[in-house]
């Protein structure tokens, strides 16, 4: 099973980006899928999760900016980042539970991609 992340870049403040994290591989199903972040000496970070029925959860710092979503048939986990701050540069990495059979539960990460806002 691998995840992989795209949609990284360099943004303005105030800009917005979009993350798309697909899971791949050997899938039976995925439980919860989420988005974490590091900034250069900082420790990782909990940015938001969203369960399978679509129940979310965000970190403060980026409440009623950013929004979570997934696509369960793709099985593909997406953040849209708005109204973003020079504080949201970090690399984020998607995480995933999946199924790879319907009793192994696996945690899985994906290989990060650096978002940076700058002007």
């Known amino acids: 099973v691998q995840l992989q992340a795209s949609g990284g870049g360099l943004v303005q403040p105030g800009g917005s980006l979009r993350l798309s994290c697909a899971a791949s591989?050997?899938?039976?199903?995925?439980?919860?899928m989420g988005w974490y972040r590091q900034a250069p000496g900082k420790q990782r970070e909990l940015v938001s999760t969203?369960?399978?029925?679509?129940?979310?959860n965000y970190a403060s710092s980026v409440k009623g900016r950013f929004t979570i979503s997934r696509d369960n048939a793709k099985n593909t986990v997406y953040l849209q980042m708005n109204s973003l701050k020079p504080e949201d540069t970090a690399v984020y990495y998607c995480?995933?539970?999946?199924?790879?059979?319907?009793?192994?539960?696996?945690?899985?990460w994906g290989q990060g991609t650096q978002v940076t806002v700058s002007s």
């Open positions: 995480d995933a539970d999946i199924y790879e059979t319907r009793a192994a539960l696996i945690h899985y």
């Open positions: 591989g050997r899938i039976f199903s995925i439980n919860d």
């Open positions: 969203i369960t399978y029925g679509g129940r979310t």
